[in-house]
């Protein structure tokens, strides 16, 4: 008999996974509470799956072999309590997907910078000529193409919420690049559940695979002292001298996998600022072990275009630089940002704060912030924690009325950061949505 396959959540991830559950002689049924996008409903229609919309029908749900649950759905939702109760496996796409593949998986986690390195990855890999895809948290839904296209190589974006949902999946490339709190609301406020969750990242790896991890993360360092990693260990440090993996010396990065050895001056990276050196090294250990030719690597490391809504300088106006850092929702994010800036600093800062430590950013507000901007529904934890500390505090509702606050107190020379600490679901879809509206203003200013 046909084994039942249920999805919940009819995004990018979920509907990938029904094209490839109907692919594999599953009878596949999708399920989404909310309402599923045009583009995702015409990809079901077309192989003729059924789904439905706007409701959960618990009878269909607890009815499955098997469910593949979307990263979005925390597991104390109702129905997920149902499964646990009857005990059906709740597995992540991710999870799915590395059933019928046997690519090879470079993958990529950590509370920041993980979509930076993982796209200056991908292209490092794409332009040295491998047939690779790009999946997880950015690319296209690791599913659809383990269904549609025959990768040998994966660059994998993995949240802590794909990481829990995953059982055999082995990355052959894992990468661990920080660990700081963020979205401990998911996990009973506890840090260790959390950083459980990101440790998963090394699960099931053997002796001949890698492991890439950042050396001067506390946090990470504390965990390998408690733990057996069967893969070989890379670490990454801007403070101390290493003998292998990545590490700055004299202004100089330096690689060292197996006795292969690569180095180039750190003024020559595209992409600037502290956090970016671990990103540059995480990416550059990767290509390496790869064996990518260094020219490839070193080219591709200096002239990378960045990404979309992280620390993005798109314009100037009347000299006052604004920064659409859109993708920062969390506190360790913000820190990057103000720590990589270099002129005295306008910032919007608000939305849905997710029990946020404001006074890690204290000593950088006091050096680099003249005003602050709030912007969400509810700013009162902000204000509060700020007073007395900025000349100014603005508080508002609106992108169009937080971007001409900024500009009215900038003057030339300025820079304007939009680097909100926060999620947007306050005001916006997502944060793509909160960096776009943010970039219309500014141009129509």
């Given at each position: 008999m046909e084994q039942k396959l249920v999805i919940l959540g009819g995004g990018e991830s979920g509907v990938g996974a029904a094209v490839l559950g109907a692919q594999k002689g599953y009878d596949v049924f999708l399920s989404d509470l909310g309402v599923i996008a045009d583009q995702y409903q015409s990809v079901l229609n077309q192989h003729g799956l059924k789904f439905e919309q706007?409701?959960?029908?618990?009878?269909?749900?607890?009815?499955?072999?098997?469910?593949?649950?979307?990263?979005?759905?925390?597991?104390?939702?109702?129905?997920?309590?149902?499964?646990?109760?009857?005990?059906?496996?709740?597995?992540?796409e991710i999870e799915f997907a590395g059933r019928y593949t046997t690519a090879k998986t470079i993958c990529i986690t950590g509370s920041n910078g993980k979509t930076t390195t993982t796209l200056l990855t991908y292209e490092m890999l794409k332009r040295a000529g491998l047939n690779v895809g790009l999946a997880g948290n950015v690319g296209k839904s690791f599913a659809l193409q383990v269904a549609e296209e025959h990768f040998d190589y994966y660059v994998i974006e993995l949240s802590s919420y794909q990481l829990d949902g995953m059982v055999d999946f082995r990355a052959d490339i894992a990468v661990l690049l920080n660990i700081t709190p963020d979205h401990l609301d998911r996990y009973d406020y506890q840090m260790q559940n959390y950083i459980d969750s990101k440790m998963r990242i090394v699960q099931n790896q053997r002796p001949e695979d890698w492991f890439i991890y950042c050396a001067d993360d506390p946090v990470i360092v504390e965990e390998l002292s408690k733990r057996t990693i069967?893969?070989?260990?890379?670490?990454?440090?801007?403070?101390?001298?290493?003998?292998?993996?990545?590490?700055?010396?004299?202004?100089?990065?330096?690689?060292?996998?197996?006795n292969n050895t690569f180095d180039m001056n750190i003024y020559d990276l595209a992409l600037q600022g502290k956090h970016n050196l671990y990103n540059s090294m995480a990416a550059g250990i990767s290509g390496s072990i790869l064996n990518l030719r260094k020219e490839g690597i070193r080219e591709c490391l200096s002239d990378f275009q960045g990404v979309e809504h992280r620390l993005e300088r798109f314009l100037r106006v009347h000299n006052i630089e604004f920064i659409n850092d859109s993708k920062a929702t969390n506190i360790n994010s913000v820190w990057y940002a103000l720590e990589s800036m270099q002129s005295p600093v306008v910032w919007i800062v608000g939305g849905v704060d997710k029990g946020n430590d404001y006074s890690e950013l204290y000593d950088l507000v006091k050096q680099k912030v003249k005003a602050i901007i709030c912007l969400g529904k509810d700013n009162s934890k902000i204000i509060a924690a700020f007073e007395g500390m900025v000349k100014e505090i603005v508080d508002t509702k609106s992108m169009e009325e937080a971007v001409r606050s900024a500009y009215f107190l900038s003057e030339k020379g300025d820079t304007v950061l939009l680097s909100p600490a926060c999620a947007s679901f306050d005001l916006f879809r997502n944060y793509e949505e909160r960096g776009r509206q943010f970039k219309d203003a500014v141009r129509n200013l």
């Open positions: 706007q409701q959960h029908t618990e009878a269909m749900i607890v009815d499955a072999d098997l469910v593949v649950k979307s990263p979005g759905i925390p597991d104390k939702a109702p129905i997920m309590l149902k499964l646990r109760e009857k005990n059906i496996p709740v597995i992540s069967n893969a070989g260990k890379l670490p990454l440090s801007i403070s101390k001298v290493l003998k292998s993996g990545a590490w700055i010396e004299n202004e100089v990065l330096n690689l060292n996998v197996n």
